[in-house]
């Protein structure tokens, strides 16, 4: 009789011990869920965040083999948020060198280093834009200028006369104190060109001829003077001599 009653004893002690332990085992559980799912609508204990409030956006991060969810106001570096109609979702920049992108291939940040040049991240920027902090620029940002330099000489293909009508121009280049700074993007100088009048008849030159005359005019004019004095001279020795 005793040895049943302390059998029953000890099992009525051990269903309390199994149970409370039970107890316990689910408040920590409990627990655990509940700071993983302050902010979701639906929540898995493995898994954390299933489906988010209709303004957030779900992001999932891998742990091991599995993904762990949780619900954000705003996307991390390196993702962009995509709106669905049944949940929101942080999605990955497809380029590691994005910051902040608007869609998987349009970045609209880079990481230090790189510069932003119509979506993409680049180290150099291409050949016709301008470096200007994190951006390759089409144009270049308008610097501090200097003075205009004077007007060139009227010129037209090359010539200065033998035209009516040239063109002139001038440059406006950045400042000094805008050139010192480290910041300052190399831009070209500014110019302006206008119309000019030429001189039409170019000064013309003697141009003494291969023998070392003073022209051909002149040389012609000189060896037909000698041949009519050559000429006088061999009829009047041949009348002498009649």
Same mark, same amino acid.
């Given at each position: 009789?005793?040895?049943?009653?302390?059998?029953?004893?000890?099992?009525?002690?051990?269903?309390?011990?199994?149970?409370?332990? @039970?107890?316990?085992?689910?408040?920590?559980?409990?627990?655990?869920?509940?700071?993983?799912?302050?902010?979701?609508?639906?929540?898995?204990?493995?898994? +954390?965040?299933?489906?988010?409030?209709?303004?957030?956006?779900?992001?999932?991060?891998?742990? +091991?083999?599995?993904?762990?969810?949780?619900?954000?106001?705003?996307?991390?570096?390196?993702?962009? @948020?995509?709106?669905?109609?049944?949940?929101?979702?942080?999605?990955?920049?497809?380029?590691?060198?994005?910051?902040?992108?608007?869609?998987?291939?349009?970045?609209?940040?880079?990481?230090?280093?790189?510069?932003?040049?119509?979506?993409?991240?680049?180290?150099?920027?291409?050949?016709?834009?301008?470096?200007?902090?994190?951006?390759?620029?089409?144009?270049?940002?308008?610097?501090?200028?200097?003075?205009?330099?004077?007007?060139?000489?009227?010129?037209?293909?090359?010539?200065?006369?033998?035209?009516?009508?040239?063109?002139?121009?001038?440059?406006?280049?950045?400042?000094?104190?805008?050139?010192?700074?480290?910041?300052?993007?190399?831009?070209?100088?500014?110019?302006?060109?206008?119309?000019?009048?030429?001189? !039409?008849?170019?000064?013309?030159?003697?141009?003494?001829?291969? !023998?070392?005359?003073?022209?051909?005019?002149?040389?012609?004019?000189?060896?037909?003077?000698?041949?009519?004095?050559?000429?006088?001279?061999?009829?009047?020795?041949?009348? +002498?001599?009649?």
């Amino acid at each position: 009789m005793h040895l049943r009653l302390f059998a029953f004893g000890m099992t009525l002690l051990c269903e309390v011990i199994r149970m409370g332990s @039970g107890v316990t085992q689910k408040r920590s559980a409990h627990r655990e869920t509940s700071e993983d799912c302050q902010s979701c609508l639906e929540c898995s204990r493995d898994n +954390g965040c299933v489906r988010c409030p209709e303004r957030l956006f779900l992001f999932l991060q891998r742990k +091991g083999m599995s993904h762990h969810g949780t619900c954000l106001h705003s996307c991390p570096t390196g993702h962009f @948020g995509q709106r669905g109609r049944d949940v929101n979702r942080c999605m990955k920049c497809r380029s590691l060198d994005c910051e902040l992108c608007f869609s998987r291939d349009f970045c609209t940040k880079c990481k230090p280093g790189f510069k932003l040049h119509k979506g993409k991240c680049l180290i150099h920027c291409p050949e016709g834009t301008f470096a200007h902090q994190t951006d390759c620029l089409e144009v270049c940002p308008l610097p501090p200028l200097g003075e205009w330099s004077e007007w060139s000489v009227c010129v037209r293909d090359g010539a200065t006369c033998g035209f009516r009508w040239g063109k002139q121009t001038r440059v406006r280049e950045s400042s000094q104190s805008w050139k010192a700074t480290e910041k300052a993007p190399v831009c070209p100088p500014q110019s302006e060109t206008q119309r000019c009048r030429m001189k !039409k008849k170019c000064p013309t030159e003697r141009r003494p001829n291969k !023998k070392g005359g003073l022209g051909r005019k002149r040389e012609r004019k000189r060896l037909r003077l000698l041949a009519s004095l050559s000429a006088n001279a061999t009829t009047d020795s041949i009348s +002498g001599g009649a």
